[in-house]
């Protein structure tokens, strides 16, 4: 079985007023992402990553401070309009299987392969792919709905992806056929 994992799609990387903003590019693939939620629900699990904080993270001596936990910036973005339903994993560190519950839910769920998508396709995305391959997981990306800071950071990250964890890279016109 798949599911779909939406990556750190929160308000503190997705929005002008957030602590952490990605950029005016990362509306681009807010359309292609809400589609696949749309036509994954229902027939797939949507488990949606949150980064999440505590005010003292050491992350914080990386990266200013950002979707500390219960804050409005930690929040998944409205236009995924995601569910109750839906799954959620709350996470400290880029990988969202490092720290969490994530490998446990999969298996619970008879999941097999991930279809990534979210941001930062070289940082969040590219690390939980990697702990996914090495997991055994199959690993699919739709790079129209993942997104980075500069083009050479997105280049490299499908590239690693593709050539060195065997992820298939596709677009979200594929679910489905």
């Known amino acids: ?11 503190d990387f997705c929005y002008p007023d957030g602590a952490l903003y990605a950029g005016e590019g990362v509306k681009e693939i807010f359309p292609p992402l809400k589609a696949v939620i749309k036509k994954a629900r229902g027939r797939f699990p949507i488990i949606f990553t949150q ?6 993270d050491n992350e914080f001596k990386i990266w200013p401070p ?47 392969t991930l279809i990534l998508s979210g941001v930062l396709t070289n940082i969040c995305v ?4 990697a702990d ?5 997981y199959k690993v699919k990306l739709f790079k129209d709905c993942t997104f980075a800071l500069t083009e050479y950071e997105y280049d490299y990250a499908i ?4 050539k ?9 016109k594929s679910l489905f056929g």
């Open 126 to 129: 590219l690390h939980t792919a």
């Open 51 to 56: 980064d999440w904080h505590r005010k003292d």
């Open 159 to 162: 590239y690693h992806m593709e």
């Open 66 to 112: 950002h979707c500390v936990m219960n804050a409005e910036g930690a929040e998944i973005i409205d236009e995924l309009e995601a569910k109750e339903e839906d799954y959620y994993i709350k996470k400290r560190r880029y990988s969202a299987f490092y720290g969490t519950d994530l490998e446990l839910v999969l298996r619970e769920l008879n999941v097999d």
């Open 132 to 136: 996914a391959v090495s997991r055994g």
């Open 1 to 11: 079985m798949e599911a779909i994992i939406v990556v750190d799609m929160q308000k």
């Open 164 to 172: 060195i964890l065997n992820v298939e890279i596709t677009d979200s």
